[in-house]
């Protein structure tokens, strides 16, 4: 387990509160899992992305645009590779830049192949593995599955979603760093399933990220990366613990914003609902209304309507306590999440 610590303190000591999440990251990459960073302005999705180290021999890009142009100067053609393509502010893509990039990834992610050669240009990507990182504002998450049919298919069935709070950040820095992984890291094809290795807990934490049939496999595969991680080649009960310790607060965060107005309805996920949860998510003492509502420029009475629904799903609690002229109320993050905050702030102070 010190691999975990050793990894996340580099990290925390320069960002607090993104050791965990550049861990996920790294794991995604090992589990060959695509993740969607999901969080406000400013809240360090973007610094996330950037800290995600290289695992082993994977081809990495970052995209800040996006043409067959690009791809083919830029990768052209490869062959039996674990692509890593990291997108570390998807805002900055244009619409018709989006499209492209949905239309190759797709492709790429479900069957390992895109090929598109002309005149001018020759892609050949074959029998790769494409795994994506993207950094991710709400609104646009939210507004990218509405305006793309296959991209809200593909991002509900072919990548996690984890959003980023963190009430432990103290302030904002530009530091260059290089996170070191461990020298040696077992290869996941060599982890194999303990017999007394109960994946439930885990499968629970993605019955909301992802369909049910790939629920077992997107636990079974980061519970082996994460095993794989600490260097052990057998699955035991205290990695599938330690998973659900480490990263529960996240996922189930957003599994917790989604729903259905009825039973003939597509999933929908609020990204106004996410906004607020993880600006509510950076102070672990609370946040009152009036400053809620002044940061994300809306009415109070639009963050009371917001509130209810995170209120009503358990994300959130409500303290109002009278003050001259008016009553005064503040939002604090929900008993477990707050919990997970105070541990994680003691092992980056140990």
């Known amino acids: 387990m010190n691999r975990v610590y050793k990894f996340i303190h580099q990290i925390d000591r320069t960002y607090r509160g993104l050791g965990l999440p550049v861990l996920y990251g790294v794991l995604s990459i090992m589990a060959n899992?695509?993740?969607?960073?999901?969080?406000?302005?400013?809240?360090?999705?973007?610094?996330?992305i950037k800290l995600i180290p290289q695992v082993a021999d994977e081809i990495?890009?970052?995209?800040?645009?996006?043409?067959?142009?690009?791809?083919?100067?830029?990768?052209?053609?490869?062959?039996?590779?674990?692509?890593?393509?990291?997108?570390?502010?998807?805002?900055?893509?244009?619409?018709?830049?989006?499209?492209?990039?949905?239309?190759?990834?797709?492709?790429?992610?479900?069957e390992g192949t895109y090929i598109h050669i002309t005149k001018q240009m020759m892609i050949d990507i074959e029998d790769c593995k494409l795994t994506l990182l993207i950094a991710i504002q709400p609104q646009t998450y939210?507004?990218?599955?509405?305006?793309?049919?296959?991209?809200?298919?593909?991002?509900?069935?072919?990548?996690t979603k984890f959003l980023l709070l963190n009430p432990l950040r103290v302030d904002t820095k530009d530091v260059a760093l290089d996170p070191e992984l461990p020298k040696h890291i077992v290869s996941i094809n060599d982890?194999?399933?303990?017999?007394?290795?109960?994946?439930?807990?885990?499968?629970?934490?993605?019955?909301?990220?992802?369909?049910?049939?790939?629920?077992?496999?997107?636990?079974?595969?980061?519970?082996?990366?994460?095993?794989?991680?600490?260097?052990?080649?057998t699955v035991k009960p205290k990695?599938?613990?330690?998973?659900?310790?480490?990263?529960?607060?996240?996922?189930?965060?957003?599994?917790?914003?989604?729903?259905r107005k009825?039973?003939?309805s597509s999933i929908i996920v609020s990204g106004g609902t996410m906004s607020l949860l993880t600006e509510i998510g950076t102070n672990l003492g609370g946040s009152r209304k009036d400053a809620l509502a002044k940061k994300l420029l809306v009415t109070e009475r639009e963050i009371e309507v917001v509130s209810n629904k995170l209120l009503e799903r358990k994300m959130i609690s409500k303290e109002t306590y009278r003050s001259q002229p008016k009553k005064r109320t503040t939002y604090h993050l929900a008993p477990f999440l707050k919990r997970h905050f105070r541990w994680y702030n003691k092992v980056i102070k140990s």
Not at 33 to 48: A, I
């Open 191 to 233: 982890v194999k399933l303990g017999e007394d290795a109960n994946l439930t807990p885990v499968t629970a934490m993605y019955g909301g990220q992802v369909s049910a049939g790939r629920a077992y496999i997107y636990a079974r595969d980061y519970v082996k990366a994460l095993a794989a991680f600490l260097d052990e080649e």
């Open 33 to 48: 899992k695509s993740v969607f960073f999901v969080t406000g302005r400013g809240k360090g999705k973007t610094r996330t």
């Open 142 to 159: 939210a507004n990218l599955c509405r305006q793309y049919e296959q991209w809200d298919a593909m991002s509900y069935d072919r990548f």
């Open 262 to 264: 009825d039973l003939d």
């Open 60 to 110: 990495i890009q970052n995209w800040d645009t996006f043409t067959l142009g690009g791809l083919a100067e830029r990768v052209g053609v490869v062959a039996n590779q674990h692509l890593i393509w990291k997108v570390e502010e998807f805002s900055t893509l244009s619409r018709y830049h989006r499209e492209i990039f949905l239309t190759v990834c797709s492709k790429i992610i479900s």
């Open 239 to 259: 990695h599938v613990k330690l998973f659900r310790k480490l990263f529960y607060p996240y996922l189930i965060s957003f599994s917790k914003v989604q729903y």
